[in-house]
């Protein structure tokens, strides 16, 4: 299938998934589409596996949280976001390391404290690695941390390599 990208969510100076100077991180891009729902892009690399050549399933689970829990800043005018309540992850094959890797996130119901989503990492040959369901509460950033969007270098990287739209 493929999404029309209509927006592109900011990365961070030291987050895990985003942080663009975490030298352990996994640099991934978060992508908004027309129907909703988030695409994230990212590459593993050595360091992010378990066994030899294999993406380790809590960076895989970490993907996946990281991608339905954004999700929900596109459902909102104000910067709305998602504490992980529970996420549950199915493994469904092996994933490999050193190929761009896609993780595509949804909103499946929403109340006014807290909202559920789902999400699926997909390969590079089209085949879903995992999937997983979690529950978020829903809170303005500044509850959950004090958050200096400056230090942190909280900003859309805009780049010639985004895609105006994504093949899944």
């Not at 593993?44 to 970490?62: D, F, K, V």
């Not at 390969?123 to 809170?139: F, P």
């Amino acid at each position: 299938m493929k999404y029309k990208i209509t927006g592109k969510q900011p990365n961070s100076k030291m987050c895990l998934v985003c942080g663009m100077k975490n030298r352990f991180g996994l640099k991934s891009f978060f992508y908004e589409t027309e129907t909703k729902e988030l695409i994230a892009i990212f590459k593993p690399r050595e360091e992010h596996q378990s066994y030899p050549n294999r993406l380790h399933g809590g960076i895989a689970t970490a993907m996946l949280d990281e991608t339905i829990g954004r999700a929900i800043l596109m459902h909102h005018n104000k910067e709305i976001w998602g504490v992980t309540v529970e996420i549950k992850t199915r493994f469904k094959k092996a994933i490999a390391l050193d190929s761009e890797l896609k993780v595509i996130g949804r909103i499946t119901r929403e109340g006014s404290r807290f909202f559920e989503g789902t999400g699926e990492l997909i390969m590079s040959n089209g085949e879903i690695g995992a999937t997983a369901e979690g529950k978020y509460l829903k809170l303005p950033l500044d509850e959950i941390s004090d958050f200096d969007r400056e230090e942190n270098e909280w900003r859309v990287i805009h780049s010639e390599d985004d895609p105006e739209s994504i093949d899944i």
